[in-house]
């Protein structure tokens, strides 16, 4: 317990002293330590890559699923599936079950009525439709949103805090540097200053010299 608190208290003090030396960078207050050109580069590209991965992933599930509160409970459903590392079961579309009911319907009806035999034609070419739309989608997900989502859950999380740790690093880099060169011009200032101990006995001197010489011209 006491190993916790006290390390709790260091690394209160370590984020504290991060802040102030990110805050005084930020107001111009203090050296930064600039990185090399081509990781500022890369940072940049990794921030516009991640950013664009996002409005694309979002654009594409609202085109594939228009209506994203409707599919809340197949989301969960495939979302689990996905962390048993098990198959998502094929979903009937709504364009498969709407030709279903025609047809259902059609042999209600009649498939001699015109009624019937309508139903029947539009209810297989509607079944048709579904099908190739659940096609579309899992083939989507499978080959399209699940690498970008791989991306985002796997491969910037990792680079997120591999950048942290690089931010943290300089940070530090830089607090000691500025304690190095504050430390430096206390240093110079003290030894630019006069030692008073060091020219006291002088002054002693250069007194009683001054009062035997004006008592002798008084004499």
Known sequence: ???NVKKLASDAGVFFTRAVQFTEEKL???EKT???PHLDHLIARGDSTKNWTEKILRQTEVLLQPNPIDHTGA???EFIYDKLDKKIPSRTTNAELLGQHMLDAA???GPETPYGRTLI???EFQ???GGAERELLQTSAAAFLNPLRNFLEGDWRTISKERRLLENRRLDL???KARLKKAKQAEAKASAAPDFQETRPRNYVLSASASALLSEEVD
């Open 1 to 3: 317990m006491d190993f």
């Open 174 to 176: 830089d607090i000691c």
């Open 121 to 123: 034609t539009v209810g």
């Open 107 to 109: 042999q209600e009806f």
């Open 127 to 129: 079944r048709k439709l």
């Open 75 to 77: 989301r969960i459903e």
């Open 28 to 30: 111009g207050q203090a």
């Open 34 to 36: 600039e990185l090399d």
